[in-house]
């Protein structure tokens, strides 16, 4: 790709002093109508090192509004990104809906500078590219614009600006000796980046190579391109629009007919005696595999879904009960903000992903999506239909860090149910707990059943098991989830240990 660029490309100042007001005022123009239309945008910027970053970036913000971008420059990672997943510095960096981000130096790193230095293991380069991708192509298809530039210059041209900035002491600190490294074998790192193009090119978020040894000739091509891709997402949009698409609440024929949820043998249940007894000796198990997480950096991710009144509380009590506060942390997940409304709707849990030695526990989760979400039509079918794939990506991204994610649906039936809705009612201190929505939701069950069902066999994957708790008897599945976990953590321990 990089060998059938013409880097003679160039631009007059007559030239370029003709057409530039125009592309500002056009890209101006269009900042706004995306901000109108809640069209989030991504521009990124990758290339050689002294091939122009900064100044080209400048140039292209000189034209929009300030309050409606920020600009990231990815350089190494703080002490907060080393100890969560690679993409969480990214992922929580996306712009809310209207807005643009804007990256000098990108989530590329990994697979550019940091594989040149050494940094990426072969581990990490198996999985990284397909990382990338899914990224990408989740953003792209919840409606961001994805625009990746890479500034192509040649090892000559590299040297004289390297040169140049050395020669005054205001300038040379911007010249790194990684830089000089990477001049010195340019053609290598130049094969680096070739396969990075040739692997991340795609029709959601296509590469644009930019003849970078002339600043006018770059920055009209910038502008041209910025220009053409907004427009053509700003006619999509008005497009979508007119047609005024309505979230979706039409259920096909049922695939997965009560083919999990109706096989739980509910009937399994435990004495309080020996509840005391195990939940004593598990608690204190999990104390000490606790202290081992932290002292080995191993994270922790424990998702809970069930019905309502299902016990997710009251397993969730008896698993933190026994653990040091300063290590883990629940998050209750509400219906979304409108902070959160603006973003992603995975933003809000990649703000919540533990650091490494710690635990996080989510009282429900993204799995909303494919749940009350699908059936209260409160996303649009295709949204819900792909959200399987991005939650397993995402899943998987988790796992790949090392972090231990585990899942888990706690089961009851639809008389359970009723009977602790009815004691929550004439309890005082436990009326707070039950709303008309958890009495509403009990007329949609089969609709509800046949959700989880296919969230389940969708979902269930090898790095983030689904573990279905038996749970009628709340003594029975509080100790099943605390020893779920703690057989986790112990094989955990043990893979480590060889």
């Given at each position: 790709?990089?060998?059938?660029?013409?880097?003679?490309?160039?631009m007059?100042?007559?030239e370029f002093?003709?057409?530039?007001?125009?592309?500002?005022?056009?890209?101006?123009?269009?900042?706004r109508?995306?901000?109108?239309?809640?069209?989030?945008v991504?521009?990124?910027?990758?290339?050689?090192?002294?091939?122009?970053?900064?100044?080209?970036?400048?140039?292209l913000?000189?034209?929009?509004?300030?309050?409606g971008f920020?600009?990231?420059?990815?350089?190494?990672?703080s002490?907060?990104?080393?100890?969560?997943?690679y993409?969480?510095?990214?992922?929580?960096?996306?712009p809310e809906?209207?807005?643009?981000?804007?990256?000098?130096r990108?989530w590329?790193?990994?697979?550019?500078?940091?594989r040149?230095?050494?940094?990426?293991?072969?581990?990490?380069?198996?999985?990284a590219?397909?990382?990338?991708?899914?990224?990408?192509n989740t953003l792209?298809?919840?409606g961001?614009?994805i625009?990746?530039?890479?500034?192509d210059i040649?090892?000559?041209?590299q040297e004289k600006r390297?040169?140049?900035?050395?020669?005054?002491?205001?300038t040379?600190?911007?010249v790194?000796k990684?830089?000089?490294k990477?001049?010195?074998?340019?053609?290598?790192?130049?094969?680096?980046?070739?396969?990075?193009?040739?692997?991340?090119d795609?029709?959601?978020?296509?590469?644009?190579?930019?003849?970078?040894?002339n600043?006018e000739?770059a920055v009209?091509k910038?502008?041209?391109?910025?220009i053409?891709r907004?427009?053509?997402?700003v006619?999509?949009?008005?497009?979508?629009?007119?047609?005024?698409?309505k979230p979706?609440?039409?259920?096909e024929?049922?695939?997965?007919?009560s083919?999990?949820?109706s096989?739980?043998?509910?009937?399994?249940?435990m004495?309080?005696?020996?509840?005391?007894?195990?939940?004593?000796?598990?608690?204190k198990?999990?104390?000490?595999l606790?202290?081992?997480l932290?002292?080995?950096r191993?994270p922790?991710?424990?998702?809970?879904e069930g019905?309502?009144?299902g016990?997710?509380?009251?397993?969730?009590?008896r698993?933190?009960?026994?653990l040091?506060p300063?290590?883990?942390?629940?998050?209750?997940?509400?219906?979304?903000?409108d902070?959160?409304?603006?973003?992603?709707?995975?933003?809000?849990?990649?703000?919540?992903?533990?650091?490494?030695g710690?635990i996080t526990?989510?009282?429900?989760?993204?799995?909303?999506?494919?749940?009350?979400?699908?059936?209260?039509?409160?996303?649009t079918?295709n949204?819900?239909?792909?959200?399987?794939?991005?939650?397993?990506?995402?899943?998987?991204?988790?796992?790949?860090?090392g972090?231990?994610?585990?899942?888990?649906?706690?089961q009851?039936?639809?008389?359970?149910?009723?009977?602790?809705f009815?004691e929550?009612?004439?309890?005082?201190?436990?009326r707070w707990?039950?709303?008309?929505?958890?009495?509403?939701?009990?007329?949609?069950?089969?609709?509800?059943?046949s959700?989880?069902?296919?969230m389940l066999?969708?979902?269930?994957?090898?790095?983030?098991p689904w573990?279905?708790?038996e749970g009628?008897?709340k003594?029975y599945?509080?100790i099943?989830?605390?020893?779920?976990?703690?057989k986790?953590?112990?094989?955990?321990?043990?893979?480590d240990?060889?």
């Open positions: 790709m990089l060998e059938k660029i013409d880097l003679s490309k160039k007059s100042k007559e002093d003709k057409v530039i007001d125009g592309l500002e005022a056009k890209a101006g123009l269009l900042q109508e995306c901000r109108e239309l809640k069209i989030p991504i521009i990124l910027f990758e290339g050689f090192g002294a091939s122009g970053k900064g100044t080209l970036i400048n140039s913000i000189h034209a929009l509004d300030p309050r920020r600009v990231y420059a990815i350089n190494g990672e002490e907060d990104e080393i100890m969560r997943p993409l969480w510095r990214f992922w929580t960096k996306t809906k209207g807005r643009i981000a804007i990256f000098d990108s590329y790193k990994r697979v550019l500078t940091d040149f230095d050494g940094i990426t293991s072969e581990k990490e380069l198996g999985y590219f397909d990382e990338i991708l899914s990224f990408e792209a298809d919840d961001f614009v625009l990746k530039f890479f500034l040649t090892k000559k041209e390297f040169e140049k900035l050395l020669a005054s002491k205001e040379a600190w911007r790194s990684g830089d000089l990477r001049n010195k074998h340019f053609d290598e790192y130049k094969r680096l980046n070739e396969e990075m193009l040739q692997k991340t795609t029709d959601f978020a296509p590469w644009n190579i930019v003849e970078a040894v600043k000739y009209v910038i502008f041209h391109t910025v053409n907004l427009s053509e997402a006619l999509r949009a008005k497009a979508a629009r007119e047609a005024k698409e979706s609440v039409k259920e024929p049922v695939k997965f007919k083919s999990i949820l096989s739980v043998d509910l009937s399994l249940s004495e309080k005696e020996e509840y005391r007894q195990r939940r004593k000796e598990l608690q198990r999990l104390n000490f606790h202290s081992e932290y002292r080995r191993i922790v991710i424990l998702g809970f019905w309502d009144a016990g997710k509380g009251g397993a969730i009590k698993l933190t009960e026994c040091d300063r290590g883990y942390a629940v998050h209750p997940t509400a219906s979304p903000n902070i959160e409304k603006a973003h992603h709707y995975l933003w809000r849990f990649w703000e919540d992903i533990p650091k490494a710690h526990i989510f009282d429900r989760t993204w799995y909303g999506r494919v749940m009350v979400e699908r059936i209260e039509g409160f996303c079918e949204e819900w239909r792909r959200a399987y794939k991005e939650m397993n990506d995402m899943e998987a991204q988790w796992a790949n860090y972090a231990i994610v585990l899942k888990f649906w706690l009851i039936d639809k008389d359970e149910q009723e009977r602790r009815n929550r009612m004439n309890t005082p201190e436990k707990k039950i709303t008309d929505e958890d009495w509403r939701n009990r007329e949609k069950w089969d609709q509800y059943e959700a989880v069902d296919e066999i969708r979902t269930s994957t090898t790095y983030a573990i279905i708790v009628n008897s003594y599945a509080r099943k989830v605390l020893e779920t976990v703690v986790a953590l112990e094989e955990r321990m043990k893979e240990d060889k």
